[in-house]
């Protein structure tokens, strides 16, 4: 089954840090471009960070710049996003997703069903 | 950044009747040369998470039904459900895709009449 799987979210205070995951099956992994999008409690969509099929270039939307890292396993088909010096506007459901083939620069065509992320004291 | 609105904020059909949403964005999102729009739209259901309908504004998602249909070019998109069935019960996001960092529209909800 073609799937995404996110884990590693929880309650982390805020400074801390966090590593989420991604796990994907049931397609190529390494041929995709992935993506995380973000969506706070009862808020819209918003996009995080992009990386490339072989991890060369990654980008991510202003806020997380130099807090957040993104990244990726192809042997073991998996995505992370490692959160650094959290604050309390980054409590969000982080949702994993796939990049039509083609390029960066598409839509988004697949996406797991999210891990919640909780920065509180 | 390319800033995205859309309008209603929220709008309540009829079963059967027909719903539109609008989607603008600040810049063209219309790339010249392989003239397609990166304007992209997704569906999300109480709970669950975003599902793409449409991409390059007007090409349906394999597997979505026919009555989602997408129109538009540059600033100014539509997203028209035909006739609106109770699974259409969900909140619709565009998305630009054109320009980094890619940005979703706030959201339409659409319910029931």
């Known amino acids: 089954e073609v799937q995404l799987v996110e884990s590693g979210g929880g309650l982390v205070q805020p400074g801390g840090s966090l590593r989420l995951s991604c796990a994907a099956s049931?397609?190529?992994?390494?041929?995709?471009?992935m993506t995380w999008v973000r969506q706070a409690p009862g808020k819209g969509l918003e996009w995080v960070a992009n990386?490339?099929?072989?991890?060369?270039?990654?980008y991510y939307v202003g806020s997380v710049k130099g807090r957040f890292t993104v990244s990726r396993d192809n042997a073991k088909n998996s995505l992370y996003l490692q959160m650094n010096s959290l604050r309390a506007e980054d409590t969000a459901l982080y949702y994993c997703?796939?990049?039509?083939?083609?390029?960066?620069?598409?839509?988004?065509?697949?996406w797991g069903r999210g891990t919640l992320v909780t920065v509180s004291s | 950044d390319i800033v995205m609105t859309q309008s209603p904020d929220s709008l309540a059909v009829s079963l059967g009747e027909r719903a539109t949403i609008n989607c603008k964005s600040s810049?063209?999102?219309?790339?010249?040369?392989?003239?397609?729009?990166?304007l992209a739209w997704y569906q999300q259901k109480t709970g669950q998470p975003p599902k793409l309908l449409i991409y390059?504004?007007?090409t349906r998602e394999s597997g979505v039904p026919d009555r989602f249909s997408g129109s538009g070019s540059g600033t100014d998109f539509t997203l028209t459900i035909s006739s609106l069935q109770a699974e259409d019960v969900a909140v619709y996001y565009c998305?630009?895709?054109?320009?980094?960092?890619?940005?979703f529209g706030p959201g339409t909800k659409v319910d029931i009449k």
């Open positions: 810049q063209s999102v219309l790339y010249s040369s392989n003239n397609k729009n990166y």
């Open positions: 049931g397609f190529t992994f390494s041929s995709y471009c």
């Open positions: 998305q630009q895709h054109y320009s980094i960092p890619f940005t």
């Open positions: 390059w504004a007007s």
């Open positions: 997703a796939r990049v039509d083939l083609g390029s960066i620069y598409y839509h988004l065509d697949l």
């Open positions: 990386i490339k099929p072989d991890g060369s270039e990654k």
